[in-house]
Nanobody
Framework: QVQLVESGGGLVQAGGSLTLSCAASGRTFSNYAMGWFRQGPGKEREFVSAISGSGVGTIYADSVKGRFTISRVIARNTVYLQMNSLKPADTAVYYC?????????????????WGQGTQVTVSS
């Protein structure tokens, strides 16, 4: 059974930085792409970023491109989301997800396992 546990959320001022972590267990980490999604107040869940099983391939939503960086450390079974130049619009619950395959994807339907989420609040 796959388990995903996010950490690193919190309250930060606009312009600040946070790094989210997601520890995965339950199956061979490098065989599956990982992703981050978020859901802001009153909004639909949206794609943020994803990384391939090997860590070579990455994709980002236009809204975070140039500010967020996704990475993974296979030996630690952990994926990270480094978030810089945060804006109030980035306020959301951030979810880690694991896809069913190794290729990077932004389609939430490709992700079968989800974490509980971690709150990120950016104050103006």
């Amino acid at each position: 059974q796959v388990q995903l546990v996010e950490s690193g959320g919190g309250l930060v001022q606009a312009g600040g930085s946070l790094t989210l972590s997601c520890a995965a267990s339950g199956r061979t980490f490098s065989n599956y792409a990982m992703g981050w999604f978020r859901q802001g107040p009153g909004k639909e869940r949206e794609f943020v970023s994803a990384i391939s099983g090997s860590g070579v391939g990455t994709i980002y939503a236009d809204s975070v491109k140039g500010r967020f960086t996704i990475s993974r450390v296979i030996a630690r079974n952990t994926v990270y989301l480094q978030m810089n130049s945060l804006k109030p619009a980035d306020t959301a619950v951030y979810y880690c997800a694991q896809s069913g395959g190794v290729r990077v994807t932004a389609n939430p339907a490709d992700f079968g396992s989800w974490g509980q989420g971690t709150q990120v609040t950016v104050s103006s």
